[in-house]
C-alpha cells in the first residue's frame, strides 16, 4: 500500500487516489477526498445516518429496500426514518398520521431504546479506541479532536476518520457521515453535507466564502424566534452578518449576537470536553402506589418540571428537548421527547411541552414513576427568545421570572400556580 499525498485519499484503500479523475488509481472507488487543507483538519463531527432505521434494517434484511420509520404509532411522531422514506417527504419529529400519508406503504416500528443505546455504546468505544477526545452529543453523534494523533495512527486525522468509519461499517454494520473542520461549529455543519455515508470538508480558505449565502438558521441556537427577529432587521442569510460589528449584534440581539457574529465568520474557540457538562437535566419521582389517572399524573408533572427548570436555570443552561420517562406497575420504561422550537428555561414551556406527551400515554395503564429532563442543552442565553407567532410568551416570562425573585426572597414556598397547589395522592421518594 502506498501513502496517500498530503491533501489527497482515497477513503476505502486509504492510498493516494492520483491529482485528478472521479475514481481512485489504486483501487477504483469513487469515495475520494481532495482539499487543499485536508492534512492540516483535525477537528470532527460524525454522526450515524438514520441511527434507529438503519440498526432495525441491518436486524432485519428484510426491510433494507423498505421505507422504514421508527415511531409511536399512529397518534404519536417520527422519531427517525430510513433515507428511502425520507424520498416520500417524510422527516424526524413528523406526526406519524402525516408520515403515513406521505409514505402509506412504510413499515413502522416502535422504537427499541435499549437496542439502540447499546449499539451506541458501541460506536463510542470505537471512537474512544481513535482519540480519548470525545464528546458524545447524543446516543448516536460525538465531535472528536484528533489533534497529535498522526504518529499513533501514522497518518492524518483525516485518514484516521476514513479508517474508523469503515471500522464501525464492517463491525456493526451501520454508516456513518462525517464531518472535518478547523472547529466544532463547521465540523458538524460539515457533517449534514453529504449524507448518507459521507465525508465533507470545510477549511479556513472557504469558510466564510462558504457561509455567506447560507441561511441564518444554520447556525447552532438560531431558533424559529430570533430568525424571525433577524428578519425583521432585513437579516436571512449569513453574509448579512458577516458585515455587522460584534458590538452592534452584541446591542441589538444581546448575548447571542457575540455568537452571530463569531460563527458567521466561522470563528468558534469551543474545544471537544470529554467530560463537559451533563446532556440533560432531570427530576423524577416514585409513587408509593401506582397511579392511571391523567388527572394525578398531571398534578405531579407540573413540579417536577418547575424542578428541572430551576435546575437549569441554577446552571445557567436552556434545553432544546423535553423527555416524559414514565415505570408502568410492570417496571417497563417508557420515555418520549419533543423538540422544543427554541430552547428555554421556564417551566411553563417544559409543562406545555410533555402534558400532550402525558396525555398520550395515560390510556388506563398504571404507573409507579413519573420524571420529566431537558436535553439538548445550550448556553442559557439563548433561552425564550422573542416569539412573534405567540404574543404571550412574554408575559408568561416575565411571572416567571417575578414568581423565581419571589421564592428566591421568602422561599420555594411562598407562591405557586394554581395546578401545583393541590397536593397530589400517591406521591412517594425523589
Known sequence: MTTAAPNRLCRDCLDDPGPAGNRCAACGSPRLLRHPELDRLSMAHLDCDAFYAAIEKRDNPALRDEPVIVGGGKRGVVSTCCYVARLYGVRSAMPMFKALELCPKAVVIPPDMA????VGDE????MLETTPLVEPLSIDEAFLDLAGTEALHHGSPARTLARLAARIEERLSITVSIGLSYNKFLAKVASDLDKPRGFAIIGRAEAMGFLAGKPVGL?????KALQQQLAKDGITHIG???TREENDL?????SIGRRL?????????RSVDPDGPAKSISAETTFNEDIADFGQLDRI????CEKVSRRLKQAELAGGTVTLKLKTDEFQILTRNRKLAD?????EAIYRAAKPLLQREADGRHFRLIGVGSGDLMDAALADPPDLADPDAARRKTVEQTMDKLRDKLGRTAIRKGRGWVPPKGGGKT
Open 123 to 126: 460506536v463510542r468505544e470505537l
Open 240 to 242: 448579512q452578518l458577516q
Open 301 to 304: 408533572l407540573w413540579p417536577l
Open 250 to 254: 452584541l446591542l441589538r440581539y444581546g
Open 219 to 223: 447556525i447552532w441556537g438560531v431558533g
Open 343 to 347: 430552547p428555554t428555561q421556564l417551566a
Open 261 to 269: 457574529a463569531r460563527f458567521a465568520r466561522g470563528q468558534d474557540d
Open 115 to 118: 437496542k439502540y443505546a447499546q
